[in-house]
């Protein structure tokens, strides 16, 4: 399985601010997807980062609130924009493995917006 | 849209029991996938199932594609405390559906020592 490297861990943010979450992977990867997981959920994908090319996102989410970089087959960003209390989630990276439908997740980012 | 249903949601189990939990959808899955996910981390995967009937082990788990592709159970026996965390299912839904994975809604296992 692949190694995913996701920072930040954590964070506290205030109201009205941005935050950007990075995703790393040791080896080139063809999907690329961020879930969110509200508390005491379970997990909801938020869109599909596809490299070279605008994500693909899940209905209930949208390209101004969760603008999705993939520069190239190790890389993405997540940004949370114009947060609010209610965006207080973790926020995971995922990677497919050689089989599509084998995911495999970073550790996530725990977000607090006050 | 497609729903799985998990079930229980929580367990308080004695080390040394057997534990088992299941998930169930009105949905057919072409695969089925079970994760453990420990506080503060990630969800990491235990075991992938790809056909109908397929029983699978993984040390002391052991899971089953049930045999209407609706359903799966995950046993887990002789269950120690590091057993501790949240276990979800996933399903994935065939490529004309989409092809995209749903979760479970998550059974949350104690384990006293």
């Known amino acids: 399985s692949a190694v995913i490297s996701q920072k930040p861990s954590r964070d506290i943010c205030q109201r009205g601010t941005s935050l950007t979450i990075q995703c790393q992977v040791d080896?080139?990867?063809?999907?690329m997807f961020w879930y969110r997981q509200q508390p005491g959920q379970s997990l909801t994908l938020i869109a599909t980062?596809?490299?070279?090319?605008?994500?693909?996102?899940e209905s209930g989410f949208v390209i101004d609130k969760f603008p999705i970089s993939r520069p190239n087959l190790t890389f993405s960003t997540l940004t949370v924009s114009n947060m609010s209390p209610e965006d207080s989630s973790i926020y995971l990276c995922?990677?497919?493995?050689?089989?599509?439908?084998?995911?495999?997740f970073g550790s996530g980012t725990q977000l607090s917006v006050l | 849209g497609q729903q799985l249903n998990q079930s229980p949601q929580s367990m308080f189990i004695q080390e040394g029991e057997d534990v088992s939990m299941n998930c169930t959808s009105s949905s057919i899955f072409n695969t089925w996938l079970w994760y453990k996910q420990d506080p503060g981390e990630g969800p990491v995967l235990l075991i992938a199932l790809y056909k109908a009937g397929e029983l699978t082990s993984n040390g002391r788990l052991t899971a089953q594609f049930g045999i209407t592709r609706k359903d799966s159970f995950l046993n887990i026996s002789a269950s120690i405390p590091s057993d501790v965390g949240i276990y979800f299912c996933?399903?994935?839904?065939?490529?004309?559906?989409?092809?995209?994975?749903?979760f479970g809604q998550g059974t949350e296992l104690s384990v006293k020592p």
């Open positions: 080896s080139q990867v063809t999907m």
């Open positions: 995922s990677v497919a493995g050689y089989r599509s439908e084998k995911l495999f």
């Open positions: 980062a596809n490299q070279g090319s605008e994500a693909t996102y």
């Open positions: 996933a399903g994935q839904l065939s490529p004309n559906q989409g092809g995209k994975l749903i």
